[in-house]
């Protein structure tokens, strides 16, 4: 069996579901609740990335970081800026 060693969270920690929810909202102030996570996880690839430790999902900070941010758009001075595309 291979093992992998993961260095994409520091001091190798991983937060649980409710954990996670709570990093999301408190460090970007995007609401996220555990069962989002758990509805994403089910149904959904846009979720953000988590490892399996038996039942338990574990979700690395880098990777609720990256999904958290790709789900922030871009800043704009006028919603009428909003349909436009900028390039």
Same mark, same amino acid.
């Given at each position: 069996?291979?093992?992998? =060693? !993961?260095? +994409?969270?520091?001091? %190798?920690?991983? @937060? ?12 970007? %102030? =995007?609401?996220?609740?555990?069962? !989002?996570?758990?509805? @994403?996880?089910?149904?959904?690839? +846009? %979720? *953000?990335?988590?490892?399996?430790? %038996?039942?338990? *999902? @574990?979700?690395?900070?880098? $990777? #609720? +970081? ?5 789900? =922030? $758009? *871009? @800043? ?5 800026? #909003? $349909?436009?595309?900028?390039?």
């Amino acid at each position: 069996m291979k093992t992998e =060693i !993961t260095t +994409d969270f520091p001091n %190798g920690r991983l @937060l649980r579901r409710t954990e996670a929810a709570e990093y999301v909202t408190e460090t970007y %102030g =995007i609401p996220c609740s555990p069962k !989002t996570l758990a509805k @994403l996880a089910c149904v959904s690839s +846009d %979720g *953000p990335p988590f490892r399996m430790a %038996g039942r338990t *999902p @574990l979700y690395p900070k880098l $990777g #609720l +970081d990256a999904w958290a941010q790709n789900k =922030i $758009g *871009p @800043l704009v001075r006028s919603t009428s800026e #909003l $349909g436009r595309r900028v390039a």
